[in-house]
């Protein structure tokens, strides 16, 4: 007779998920955590490349929570640390470079807002296996604290009263920011797994209003302001529920 019972109890348990399978229906929330995972790129003076300083990349970790306001559009706060740095003397040309021999590094925390738009109106998530493009922009600050050298500074190379001299002097005696404004502007990629997971890949350029963030101007382009970019991937998760989506009575 237990025997049967159990025979029994589970021929209603699969039968039960039979059901749920074939009639159940997600229902997604409208927030959503993430965390990722990239490197974050210094562009400046003492970068080389328009790329930016990539000789050397560091860990950068992010976390993100967002909220859908509609099927285009979410809104997005995200927290991100990690470090930007650069160094003259790994250039081997311009010769100049390695006789200025300036060089920084900076812990960098990033706290920002954004608003994220789906092309396929899909912002509250797609079938999985779907692919989905986003852009997005906003505002936010990044904490630094901001480690300069100039030891290998050699002032005979550039000779005494020129303008790479006395624009150091003057940099040395400025104080370095340890907060300031930035404007994220990026795109990525959202692939849905699951109604609750999926995989993103982004990339993140931050506008600022510094030349500093090096921790040098005038020994470098007073001219031009220093920026950074991120690239990254993640996994994010939306909150939400299955139910059964039983079939109407008529009237």
Not at 1 to 15: D, H, V
């Amino acid at each position: 007779m237990n025997t049967l019972r159990r025979i029994s109890l589970l021929a209603l348990l699969l039968n039960i998920i039979g059901v749920l399978a074939a009639h159940g229906q997600f229902t997604p929330s409208p927030f959503e955590i993430g965390i990722n995972v990239g490197t974050l790129i210094y562009q400046g003076d003492l970068s080389k490349s328009e790329w930016g300083y990539t000789k050397t990349l560091r860990p950068a970790i992010g976390l993100r929570g967002a909220k859908t306001v509609n099927d285009f559009f979410s809104l997005r706060a995200a927290l991100v640390a990690g470090s930007i740095l650069a160094y003259d003397s790994t250039y081997s040309s311009p010769a100049w470079r390695k006789y200025r021999d300036l060089s920084f590094h900076s812990a960098v925390i990033e706290l920002s807002s954004v608003a994220e738009f789906y092309f396929l109106g899909n912002a509250k998530g797609g079938k999985p296996g779907s692919l989905d493009p986003y852009l997005f922009a906003g505002i936010g600050f990044s904490f630094l604290k901001i480690r300069r050298n100039w030891s290998g500074f050699d002032a005979a190379y550039f000779g005494e009263g020129s303008r790479t001299v006395l624009g150091l002097t003057g940099d040395t005696a400025h104080r370095v920011p340890w907060i300031i404004p930035v404007i994220p502007i990026g795109g990525g990629l959202r692939y849905t797994i699951t109604e609750h997971l999926s995989l993103r890949a982004e990339f993140t350029y931050r506008l600022t209003a510094t030349d500093y963030l090096d921790g040098f101007k005038y020994a470098g382009n007073p001219n031009k302001n220093d920026h950074y970019y991120g690239i990254s991937i993640g996994i994010s998760y939306r909150f939400g529920y299955n139910r059964l989506d039983c079939p109407r009575s008529p009237n």
